[in-house]
């Protein structure tokens, strides 16, 4: 995950440079059934509390949020790089590494349909690993 902005909030509040212009920044933010956990807790502590303007437990509203221009927000590289009206801030400095994991139960893991879904998973995954950990731009 990496932060993003839309064109039109950079337009009218600037392109932050370095972590301290975050803190004249508003901000779109997770909220608890999201997975608050510290890392996002620590992202946020770079905004001024005031600042953080709307909290979603949705992706997609936190992206139509962003793209609307109400602030900077943590999205998912896959999902944000496709809005071309999206812009990543500070990508070298500010990201949020989140693990993947394929689990099934232990009663059906052998199954052949099971199988080949996680296989197929897997594959799918590594294939767009730049795509999901933004390196592919």
């Not at 936190?62 to 999902?79: D, K, P, V």
Request: proline share 1%; hydrophobic share 40%.
């Amino acid at each position: 995950m990496l932060c993003n902005a839309s064109q039109d909030y950079l337009s009218q509040y600037g392109m932050p440079r370095r972590f301290s212009d975050l803190k004249n920044h508003f901000h779109v933010g997770f909220d608890e059934e999201m997975g608050y956990t510290q890392a996002i807790a620590k992202l946020e502590s770079m905004f001024k509390q005031d600042n953080i303007r709307h909290r979603s437990n949705s992706h997609l509203e936190m992206i139509e949020a962003t793209r609307a221009g109400l602030g900077c927000s943590m999205l998912s590289c896959i999902i944000a790089d496709s809005h071309a009206y999206l812009r990543r801030l500070l990508s070298r400095i500010i990201f949020h590494d989140q693990e993947i994991w394929l689990v099934t139960h232990a009663e059906i893991y052998r199954s052949a349909r099971i199988r080949a879904a996680n296989d197929f998973l897997g594959k799918i995954l590594e294939e767009d690993a730049d795509k999901l950990t933004g390196l592919s731009l």
